[in-house]
């Protein structure tokens, strides 16, 4: 075989491998419009005038990495951040080193740090956003979501309720005690406020599932992970919690079968919890 047949058969198979590629390709918009809370439900074809197909790319954020420090004086994004199918988000404070904002897939971050709409009265002091697991995510350009924001009253709903979201999540965090039972049981609850608010939980079983490190919940709760490991223990001997089957090969797996019963913790600052200290 010649030199050039054997280019020629080389060139086909290239030509080959990429049209299969492009055919095993997920169609972005669509995920965004069954898996976003910013997107979910939306028209295909009227969301494809302002966010077309083939502009969406899928970005992976490797984890402990900083993605970028928000509310830096006069420094902005100039992209939104969607979470497809996997990752964890979290944002830290300083000087303090606590998380004091965690996004799951389905979610978005960087809205407070969008020169528009809220995110110009929303200042704060300097705070790390990262990827703790490797995350996958689309960008959003800055002046679409601002003609969305203009055009579209369901979108401008949904984005004023992720600020919203924020807000009570750090409220919840501020009724953290110095009460093991208390502070973990205030993080659930306001994770299970954002998360059925965003529409991402609970399951088809009423089950809330979190991705939830020790060490997450530690620096969230300001407590030791040798005590948050002992408090999660104690709320799966008493049925608030159940232990994950199977599928979690990383032990981070938190799930909350009893979420009216994390409010009776939740609320026991001075009524202790009978369970507490562990025996």
């Known amino acids: 075989m010649s030199l050039y047949a054997i280019m020629e058969a080389r060139l086909r198979d290239v030509i080959g491998m990429a049209k299969r590629a492009k055919v095993l390709e997920p169609n972005l918009l669509e995920l965004l419009i069954q898996q976003n809370f910013l997107f979910r439900g939306f028209a295909p074809t009227e969301l494809a005038n302002d966010l077309p197909p083939e502009s969406l790319k899928v970005e992976k954020l490797f984890s402990n990495r900083p993605v970028f420090t928000a509310y830096l004086p006069d420094e902005f994004l100039d992209v939104l951040y969607v979470i497809l199918n996997e990752g964890l988000v979290i944002t830290r404070s300083t000087p303090l080193d606590r998380i004091i904002a965690i996004t799951y897939p389905g979610g978005c971050f960087g809205m407070r740090s969008l020169p528009f709409s809220y995110g110009t009265a929303h ?20 002046d679409v979501v601002q003609r969305l924001y203009e055009k579209n009253g369901e979108f401008r709903d949904r984005y004023r309720l992720l600020f919203e979201l924020r807000t009570k999540f750090q409220y919840h965090l501020l009724n953290c005690s110095s009460y093991p039972p208390q502070a973990v049981a205030a993080l659930l609850r306001a994770l299970i406020y954002q998360e059925r608010e965003l529409g991402n939980q609970p399951n088809s079983q009423q089950v809330y599932s979190f991705d939830l490190p020790v060490d997450v919940i530690a620096r969230a709760c300001q407590l030791n992970q040798r005590t948050v490991e002992q408090v999660i223990k ?6 608030l919690l159940q232990t994950a089957k199977g ?10 079968i ?22």
């Open 258 to 279: 009893d979420p009216e019963g994390l409010k009776e913790v939740y609320s026991a600052t001075r009524d202790k919890v009978s369970w507490w200290p562990l025996r």
């Open 123 to 142: 200042r704060a002091f300097p705070s790390q956003v990262e990827a703790y697991k490797t995350t996958e995510v689309i960008k959003i350009p800055l």
């Open 247 to 256: 599928h979690d090969a990383s032990g981070d797996l938190v799930q909350v």
């Open 234 to 239: 104690g709320m799966q001997q008493i049925g």
